[in-house]
C-alpha cells in the first residue's frame, strides 16, 4: 500500500490527480515549454496541501536519503529523497503528470533526432527503468533558508532519463520568504546563453526541460542545453516538492 499525506479534506471534496492535471491548457502548456523550455501549472496544490506535504520534511520515515548541497558543492541548502511508496498524491500526481508530458516528450526527440520514445503510461516507463538497474525514487523535498540557494543543474540520475519534470512551490512568496526564485538557463550553439525566471505561487507547479529541448530555426530544429537552479533565499523559509520521472541508479 501507498502512504498517504495526513488527511487535508473530506474525501469527496478534494480533486483527483487526474482532475487537477486535466483542467490545465495543455495547448498552452505545450506552447509554453516549445517556446521557452518551461510552463506553468497553477494551483496543482491546495494551501492546506502545500503546508501538510511541508510538515513531512522531518519525518525520517518517508525519505531514503538526506542531502545538504554544500557538503556536495550544490550550493546552500538541503533536500530529502523521498522513498518508495511515495505518499499517495505524489504518486498520484506524478501518475497523472507523465502522459501529456509524454507527447511532448516524443514530440521534442523526434524533431532532435533522437530514437528514443517513451510508453504512454509511467508505469510502462518505471519498468523500463528498473530493468535498467535504475530502482530508487527521485521525488524529492527540498528546504532553503536564508542565504541558501541550488547551483544551476540538471537532474540525471542514469541512462534514462525523461526530459521532462515538474516542481511545486509549496510556500507562498512574500509572506513566507523572499527571494528564491526558480531560474532556468538555455545554452545556445554559438550564442550567449538565456536566462528564465518563473514566478510561481504557492501550490503551483512548473513543468520544464530537464536537459535538452529542441528549438526552431531558419534551418530548421537545432538542439540547446538547460540546467535549473534556485537563486539566494533573502528572508523566511522556501520549501518545494520535485516531481522526478525516471527512477535513479
Known amino acids: 500500500m501507498r502512504a498517504?499525506?495526513?488527511?487535508?479534506?473530506?474525501?469527496?471534496?478534494?480533486?483527483?490527480?487526474?482532475?487537477?492535471v486535466s483542467r490545465n491548457d495543455w495547448e498552452t502548456l505545450s506552447a509554453d515549454l516549445n517556446a521557452h523550455g518551461c510552463a506553468i501549472l497553477e494551483k496543482l496544490l491546495s494551501p492546506d496541501e502545500c503546508r501538510e506535504i511541508a510538515a513531512l520534511?522531518?519525518?525520517?520515515?518517508?525519505?531514503?536519503?538526506?542531502?545538504?548541497m554544500a557538503r556536495h558543492g550544490f550550493?546552500?541548502?538541503?533536500?530529502?529523497?523521498?522513498?518508495y511508496p511515495l505518499p499517495e498524491l505524489l504518486a498520484d500526481l506524478r501518475t497523472a503528470l507523465y502522459p501529456p508530458l509524454?507527447?511532448?516528450?516524443?514530440?521534442?526527440?523526434?524533431?532532435?533526432?533522437?530514437?528514443?520514445?517513451?510508453p504512454d503510461r509511467h508505469r510502462?516507463?518505471?519498468?523500463?527503468?528498473?530493468?535498467?538497474?535504475?530502482?530508487?525514487p527521485t521525488p524529492l523535498l527540498l528546504q532553503y533558508a536564508p542565504g541558501d540557494f541550488n547551483c544551476l543543474h540538471q537532474d540525471l540520475y542514469g541512462d534514462l532519463a525523461f526530459p521532462?519534470?515538474?516542481?511545486?512551490?509549496?510556500?507562498?512568496?512574500?509572506r513566507d520568504f523572499d527571494g528564491g526564485e526558480f531560474v532556468l538557463t538555455e545554452q545556445r550553439p554559438r550564442m550567449q546563453s538565456r536566462a528564465e525566471v518563473v514566478p510561481l505561487h504557492q501550490g503551483d507547479g512548473v513543468a520544464f526541460a530537464v536537459h535538452?529541448?529542441?528549438?526552431?530555426?531558419?534551418?530548421?530544429?537545432?538542439?540547446?542545453?538547460?540546467?535549473?537552479?534556485?537563486?539566494?533565499?533573502?528572508?523566511?523559509?522556501?520549501?518545494?516538492?520535485?516531481?522526478?520521472?525516471?527512477?535513479?541508479?
Not at 550550493?75 to 522513498?83: A, L, N, Q, V
Not at 526552431?216 to 535549473?228: A, F, Q
Open 4 to 20: 498517504s499525506v495526513k488527511a487535508v479534506a473530506a474525501p469527496s471534496a478534494v480533486p483527483s490527480a487526474e482532475t487537477r
Open 57 to 68: 520534511y522531518p519525518e525520517e520515515a518517508h525519505f531514503r536519503s538526506h542531502v545538504h
Open 75 to 83: 550550493g546552500k541548502g538541503e533536500y530529502r529523497y523521498f522513498k
Open 102 to 118: 509524454a507527447v511532448i516528450a516524443n514530440d521534442w526527440n523526434a524533431r532532435m533526432g533522437v530514437e528514443r520514445r517513451y
Open 124 to 136: 510502462a516507463f518505471l519498468q523500463e527503468c528498473h530493468d535498467a538497474g535504475q530502482t530508487r
Open 164 to 174: 521532462l519534470q515538474v516542481a511545486i512551490l509549496l510556500s507562498e512568496p512574500g
Open 212 to 249: 535538452n529541448r529542441p528549438v526552431r530555426g531558419t534551418k530548421g530544429d537545432y538542439r540547446v542545453n538547460l540546467r535549473h537552479g534556485v537563486s539566494r533565499l533573502r528572508a523566511g523559509m522556501r520549501r518545494t516538492v520535485g516531481i522526478i520521472f525516471h527512477d535513479a541508479r
